[in-house]
Nanobody, 123 residues
Framework: QVQLVESGGGLVQAGGSLRLSCAASGRTIQGYTMGWFRQAPGKEREFVGATEWNSWLSYMTHYADSVKGRFTISRDNAKNTVYLQMNTVKPDETAVYYC?????????????WGQGTQVNVSS
């Protein structure tokens, strides 16, 4: 069974950048969908973006509208790690950031989650 461990969170000023990492163990990430989510205090967890393995044997990456053009997801299959590069961050993006994956790509929902990493954006 795959385990996910996020790292890289911390305090960043508004307008700054931060890169989060999600290291996987127990299974390769190659060929699997990997997603990033976040949960702000008092709010529901929301989708940030994902790199999805599709039937054309390639990855497609898509993002929530709120982060398009500022956040970038990348993966290093050799390191079994997925990254979330966050640029021009905003104070309301303070949240716990989670990475997630699916046991089977055809599942509708993610069923494996990391413990999360806290990101605090100061104004």
């Amino acid at each position: 069974q795959v385990q996910l461990v996020e790292s890289g969170g911390g305090l960043v000023q508004a307008g700054g950048s931060l890169r989060l990492s999600c290291a996987a163990s127990g299974r390769t990430i190659q060929g699997y969908t990997m997603g990033w989510f976040r949960q702000a205090p008092g709010k529901e967890r929301e989708f940030v973006g994902a790199t999805e393995w599709n039937s054309w044997l390639s990855y497609m990456t898509h993002y929530a509208d709120s982060v398009k053009g500022r956040f970038t997801i990348s993966r290093d299959n050799a390191k079994n790690t997925v990254y979330l590069q966050m640029n021009t961050v905003k104070p309301d993006e303070t949240a716990v950031y989670y990475c997630a994956t699916k046991t089977r790509n055809e599942q509708r929902t993610y069923d494996t989650w990391g413990q999360g990493t806290q990101v605090n954006v100061s104004s």
